[in-house]
């Protein structure tokens, strides 16, 4: 019996040493290697550079822009879902939370297609000859594509609102708008502060979109891509990389005390819902608000339809005629699609697990350098992926390991992983330590007490983490741009270049093809989901 307990001690630390040195080479290793490429000559010939501070000015402008306009979007679109009583709500609720599992390819081929000098909007409906390229097409691309965190995040902060509140007012004979104003609002900052700093992360390190869209508009998650790809710049790329990494890693920070504060917050103001009735947002509020919905519901719904459209014309928005030829050459791709569900397939199960001994490591044992790992798992989260894909890059040169396969792997696993590791964190905390203090008082190892006590009772949101994961893998640009090969080509980056080569048919049908296959892995994980937890219950 002894025996046995002195190799199961032993597996556990085996374990925790994997982690530390999973971690320490797939993170840590390639940004160390981001900030020993660049000397004093590069960091000078960027800074004197009137092009690179060009592009810093664009990068903070587009930060600010898209981020204040996502969030009041998101806002008003949680607010009119969830205090205003309009019509169809619970589908204006589902549009985001579908927007937001969508590919992020999509939002960019989508807007040419929509809004592009031969766009669906501006020339067939408006007749106009204008080219949205540039800051404010970026800007339009972007909030479509980053309010849906918003509206989710606000959606929950206003369900949190202690109702008692707002009834005070009421009784005192504030109107719905002031209270909304002078009650609700202020009751939301934390939250909307949270938003609003985890989307100027998301902005910064926003690639598909910007590369589309902005045209000559210069930003800096582009460039860190161009000057090594374009110019073979490695130490101006790098440069470019640092000063787009600081101010991530700054939001990052200060979303996790926000986040953390809104938490304790409502925690200790909390109150239970009070039996008065809710009173009605007036009819000009409510008509304002529906229409609000209606457009942006309708504009992401455009982004759909534009897609499905566009892959069965022969050319968009000049030659119109039906055709099925660009579906008939997706033949041609085949290598891109099974690379690209193969290598998401993977890194999803290698993000999961390492997120969830990772968890296990920080919240349940008493090993040193817990810290180490706590920050070595969330740091991918402040890194743009562009930069994190030339520092994998650049660690993979210095090594001389040149497996194209590997890097991509390892690329999805470590980008995914920081989402994996609070979901997975989250469903830990609800699960009573005495139920470890019972195990161990058993008998039970760490081993034995992570297989079979926690994990099970964690299934669902592993379940789930791995779904995310497998569909953002599936889609992703950013972190893996810098990583395909001849060999290893990627359905996701292939639409990218069939797009900058005005290739918007096949394009669009290799990204309806794309699509359809995340939703149809997303229902397939609800329905699997769904017949264990009644398994589940019938056994129970």
Same mark, same amino acid.
């Given at each position: 019996?002894?025996?046995?307990?002195? #190799?199961?001690?032993?597996?556990?630390?085996?374990?925790?040493?994997?982690?530390?040195?999973?971690?320490?080479?797939?993170?840590?290793?390639?940004?160390?290697?981001?900030?020993?490429?660049?000397?004093?000559?590069?960091?000078?010939?960027?800074?004197?550079?009137?092009?690179?501070?060009?592009?810093?000015?664009?990068?903070?402008?587009?930060?600010?822009?898209?981020?204040?306009?996502?969030?009041?979007?998101?806002?008003?679109?949680?607010?009119? %879902?969830?205090?205003?009583?309009?019509?169809?709500?619970?589908?204006?609720?589902?549009?985001?939370?579908?927007?937001?599992?969508?590919?992020?390819?999509?939002?960019?081929?989508?807007?040419?297609?929509?809004?592009?000098?031969?766009? $669906?909007?501006?020339?067939?409906?408006?007749?106009?000859?204008?080219?949205?390229?540039?800051?404010?097409?970026?800007?339009?691309?972007?909030?479509?594509?980053?309010?849906?965190?918003?509206?989710?995040?606000?959606?929950?902060?206003?369900?949190? %609102?202690?109702?008692?509140?707002?009834?005070?007012?009421?009784?005192?004979?504030?109107?719905?708008?002031?209270?909304?104003?002078?009650?609700?609002?202020?009751?939301? *900052?934390?939250?909307?502060?949270?938003?609003?700093?985890?989307?100027?992360?998301?902005?910064?390190?926003?690639?598909?979109?910007?590369?589309?869209?902005?045209? @000559?508009? @210069?930003?800096?998650?582009?460039?860190?891509?161009?000057?090594?790809?374009?110019?073979?710049?490695?130490?101006?790329?790098?440069?470019?990389?640092?000063?787009?990494?600081?101010?991530?890693?700054?939001?990052?920070?200060?979303?996790?005390? $926000?986040? @953390?504060?809104?938490?304790?917050?409502? *925690?200790?103001?909390?109150?239970?819902?009070?039996?008065?009735?809710?009173?009605?947002?007036?009819?000009?509020?409510? #008509?304002?608000?529906?229409?609000?919905?209606?457009?942006?519901?309708?504009?992401?719904?455009?982004?759909?339809?534009?897609?499905?459209?566009?892959?069965?014309?022969?050319?968009?928005?000049?030659?119109?005629?039906?055709?099925?030829?660009?579906?008939?050459?997706?033949?041609?791709?085949?290598?891109?699609? $099974?690379?690209?569900?193969?290598? *998401?397939? +993977?890194?999803? +199960?290698?993000?999961?697990?390492?997120?969830?001994?990772?968890? $296990?490591?920080?919240?349940?044992?008493?090993?040193?350098?817990?810290?180490?790992?706590?920050?070595?798992?969330?740091?991918?989260?402040?890194?743009?992926?562009?930069?994190?894909?030339?520092?994998?890059?650049?660690?993979?040169?210095?090594?001389?390991?040149?497996?194209?396969?590997?890097? #991509?792997?390892?690329?999805?696993?470590?980008?995914?992983?920081?989402?994996?590791?609070?979901?997975?964190?989250?469903?830990?905390?609800?699960?009573?330590?005495?139920?470890?203090?019972?195990?161990?008082?058993?008998?039970?190892?760490? %081993?034995?007490?992570?297989?079979?006590?926690?994990?099970?009772?964690?299934?669902? !949101?592993?379940?789930?983490?791995? +779904?995310?994961?497998?569909?953002?893998?599936?889609?992703? +640009?950013?972190?893996?741009?810098?990583?395909?090969?001849?060999?290893?080509?990627?359905?996701?980056?292939?639409?990218?270049?069939?797009?900058?080569?005005?290739?918007?048919?096949?394009?669009?049908?290799?990204?309806?093809?794309?699509?359809?296959?995340?939703?149809?892995?997303?229902?397939? !994980?609800?329905?699997?989901?769904?017949?264990?937890?009644?398994?589940?219950?019938?056994?129970?």
């Amino acid at each position: 019996m002894g025996k046995k307990r002195k #190799i199961t001690l032993s597996s556990i630390n085996l374990f925790y040493l994997a982690v530390i040195i999973l971690l320490t080479a797939g993170v840590v290793f390639p940004l160390g290697c981001v900030l020993a490429t660049p000397g004093a000559k590069d960091f000078l010939a960027v800074f004197s550079s009137p092009v690179w501070r060009g592009a810093m000015l664009n990068t903070l402008l587009e930060c600010l822009s898209s981020t204040t306009l996502s969030v009041l979007v998101g806002y008003l679109f949680a607010y009119a %879902v969830v205090k205003a009583d309009i019509p169809f709500k619970k589908i204006f609720g589902f549009i985001p939370i579908l927007h937001l599992m969508t590919p992020p390819f999509v939002g960019g081929l989508s807007f040419i297609l929509l809004f592009g000098r031969q766009g $669906f909007f501006t020339k067939t409906l408006l007749g106009l000859d204008v080219s949205l390229y540039g800051f404010w097409g970026l800007l339009i691309a972007q909030v479509l594509c980053f309010f849906p965190i918003a509206y989710l995040i606000c959606a929950q902060v206003l369900k949190r %609102v202690p109702p008692s509140l707002e009834q005070a007012a009421r009784a005192m004979g504030a109107s719905k708008a002031r209270i909304a104003l002078t009650v609700t609002l202020p009751l939301c *900052a934390n939250g909307i502060l949270s938003a609003a700093l985890f989307i100027a992360v998301s902005v910064l390190s926003d690639f598909g979109n910007p590369m589309i869209v902005a045209g @000559r508009f @210069r930003v800096l998650a582009v460039e860190v891509y161009t000057q090594l790809t374009g110019w073979v710049s490695a130490g101006t790329s790098s440069v470019l990389g640092i000063i787009l990494v600081l101010p991530s890693v700054a939001l990052f920070i200060a979303q996790t005390h $926000f986040m @953390r504060k809104q938490e304790a917050k409502f *925690a200790v103001v909390g109150s239970k819902a009070s039996p008065l009735p809710e009173k009605k947002s007036s009819l000009p509020t409510r #008509i304002l608000l529906l229409f609000f919905c209606s457009l942006i519901s309708l504009l992401i719904l455009a982004q759909f339809a534009s897609i499905i459209v566009g892959a069965f014309q022969k050319l968009w928005g000049i030659n119109t005629t039906f055709t099925t030829d660009h579906f008939k050459m997706l033949g041609k791709f085949g290598r891109e699609l $099974f690379n690209s569900i193969t290598f *998401a397939f +993977i890194s999803a +199960i290698f993000s999961t697990a390492l997120a969830s001994l990772s968890v $296990f490591f920080v919240s349940r044992t008493d090993f040193p350098f817990k810290k180490y790992v706590d920050i070595c798992v969330q740091i991918p989260a402040a890194v743009p992926g562009s930069l994190f894909g030339l520092a994998l890059s650049l660690a993979s040169n210095f090594l001389h390991i040149h497996l194209s396969a590997l890097m #991509i792997i390892i690329a999805m696993t470590v980008a995914f992983m920081p989402f994996s590791y609070r979901i997975i964190s989250t469903v830990f905390s609800q699960i009573k330590t005495s139920l470890d203090d019972a195990s161990c008082s058993l008998g039970a190892s760490k %081993v034995q007490l992570l297989s079979t006590v926690l994990l099970p009772l964690s299934k669902g !949101g592993i379940f789930s983490s791995f +779904i995310y994961d497998f569909v953002r893998g599936v889609g992703t +640009i950013s972190s893996v741009i810098f990583l395909v090969s001849f060999k290893t080509p990627l359905a996701s980056i292939k639409i990218l270049n069939l797009a900058e080569q005005g290739e918007w048919g096949r394009a669009a049908a290799l990204a309806t093809v794309l699509t359809t296959l995340t939703f149809s892995v997303l229902l397939l !994980g609800r329905v699997i989901l769904r017949i264990k937890t009644k398994k589940e219950i019938i056994n129970l």
